[in-house]
């Protein structure tokens, strides 16, 4: 009985120890960023939560939330954190699904969404942009001046997320991965210090922020290399189901072309949704003007198309109307694989995805349940260790690669993802776990024919997913190198719960 009270004494102490550090981690924010702090009866704090992309986001609650207006905040805040080993989350624009990815329940949340300047480059400099703005921004800015800068392809996602996590470039293969475009990095390290990651300095930082997401400190500024964009081409074409098999023969002899279109882009989708069903759509992009570009010719020949939006138009325009499939507000899923570029291999895909579209799943309300592949051929990773470069800040004999492995691969490869959104929090366990052995199946499936890639897009990965111990064991071990020489007290493994941490 002793030993049963003594047990709930500890316990208690404990908590109360618990409970009084993170009163303190807040009120020692307070003291230092007095109108950056936000506690729970405060309207910022629950404008905060509202404006997550999922709802499994927002219903975390954070012991308080500081939104820094400037770089110096955010070196001020991160400096407190880390002396006081508080547990924090770090937010730039909140569109990752998963819940703790991007907040924390009882911690602290950085909300980084202030610090969302745009300044456009000019005589072939940068684009800077602050870690908390939109890709819809940076495009509504950068459109009328037929310039553009390679990001994503939905309006709302965060520059910062994205791009830390590599970024598969959706819109024109030329440029490489969205990581590869990035010619400077301003960061926030643990100890508080503001430094920039490029080519000449700090390299080894500088290719690790290409795909290691936040395990080195807070970037706030991402200075992104600027091109020549007017109009383009692109929209949303959607078929019968029936017209599948048509489509996938002509992704993957898309993603084979040799020579490949590097102005053009596609992404394939099937999906379910409680209100209309099974359909399936393509979304095209082609960076240049053209109507109809021969690199979709195979396409073309799939009718009858049950709608069409191909048009020529703006990056914004094309990025808005991605968005708008995926609207906020709802629980969301993403988990993803990568498997080598095979007809035979994509069907059984489609084919295994369609056998789990069956009750359990079609009786759950206002679902959306859908597979997705898009195209890594050559023409992408190719481009990950540029030989030359005219930005001020590259040096050709530096390493400027990204830390995503894919630079040496020769044949082209397909990203699979499965995403599903609905709404009742009843309905988790049987999303996940139908999403867990979907992926799971494929993996086996893939290994046994031999089609198989470790590659894990980050972004798409879901929370028990490895995607950086995809990278291989090179990449892994820089990251791991970087992560000490710019973070000797782990504060980014230990006090950073959110996000995929380094595999130590």
């Known amino acids: 009985m002793k030993l049963i009270f003594l047990s709930a004494a500890i316990v208690s102490v404990t908590f109360a120890a618990s409970d009084a550090l993170k009163k303190s981690c807040c009120a020692s924010l307070s003291n230092a960023l007095s109108s950056e702090t936000l506690y729970v009866q405060d309207q910022g704090y629950i404008e905060s939560l509202k404006s997550y992309w999922t709802t499994q986001e927002s219903a975390l609650k954070p012991s308080c939330i500081v939104k820094p207006q400037s770089t110096d905040d955010v070196a001020t805040a991160v400096k407190l954190l880390a002396k006081l080993d508080c547990s924090f989350a770090i937010r730039g624009n909140g569109h990752t699904a998963w819940a703790g990815s991007a907040n924390i329940q009882d911690g602290v949340t950085i909300d980084l969404r202030s610090i969302d300047q745009i300044k456009v480059g000019s005589n072939g400099s940068p684009t800077q942009v602050g870690t908390g703005a939109t890709w819809g921004d940076v495009y509504g800015t950068l459109d009328p001046l037929n310039l553009t800068v390679i990001g994503g392809r939905a309006s709302l996602v965060g520059v910062s997320g994205l791009t830390l996590g590599g970024g598969i470039s959706y819109l024109s293969p030329r440029y490489g991965f969205v990581c590869d475009n990035v010619e400077n990095y301003e960061i926030v390290l643990a100890s508080g210090k503001i430094t920039n990651a490029n080519a000449n300095q700090n390299s ?156 359990s799943i079609t009786s759950i309300p206002n679902l959306n349940y859908a597979i997705t592949w898009q195209p890594i051929p050559p023409a992408i990773t190719s481009k990950s260790v540029p030989a030359t470069s005219s930005n001020s800040y590259s040096n050709p004999n530096r390493d400027t690669g990204n830390s995503l492995g894919l630079e040496n691969s020769k044949t082209p490869l397909i990203l699979c993802s499965l995403s599903i959104k609905w709404e009742r929090s009843t309905d988790d366990a049987v999303i996940e776990s139908t999403a867990r052995n979907f992926i799971e199946q494929i993996g086996k499936a893939a290994r046994e024919k031999g089609v198989d890639n470790d590659f894990l897009y980050l972004n798409y990965a879901l929370n028990g997913q490895d995607p950086i111990r995809g990278y291989g064991r090179e990449n892994v071990e820089r990251l791991k190198k970087a992560s000490r020489q710019y973070d000797p007290n782990g504060v980014f493994q230990k006090q950073v719960p959110g996000g995929f941490k380094l595999p130590f």
């Open 204 to 359: 080894d930082l500088f290719r690790a922020l290409k795909g290691g997401s936040n395990n080195f400190g807070i970037v706030t500024r991402f200075d992104l290399r600027t091109v020549q964009l007017g109009q383009m081409w692109g929209g949303q074409v959607v078929y019968n189901v029936s017209l599948v098999p048509q489509a996938l023969k002509a992704f993957t002899d898309f993603n084979a072309a040799n020579p490949y279109d590097e102005y053009a882009s596609t992404i394939q989708s099937v999906a379910f949704d409680s209100t209309f069903g099974l359909v399936a759509v393509n979304s095209f992009q082609y960076t240049a003007p053209v109507v109809n570009p021969p690199a979709f010719a195979g396409f073309d020949v799939i009718q009858p198309q049950l709608s069409s939006t191909l048009r020529i138009t703006t990056l914004k325009d094309i990025t808005d109307e991605q968005g708008a499939f995926s609207p906020a507000g709802f629980r969301d899923l993403y988990t993803t694989i990568t498997f080598r570029n095979d007809l035979p291999f994509l069907t059984y895909v489609y084919n295994t995805w369609k056998s789990t579209v069956t009750s």
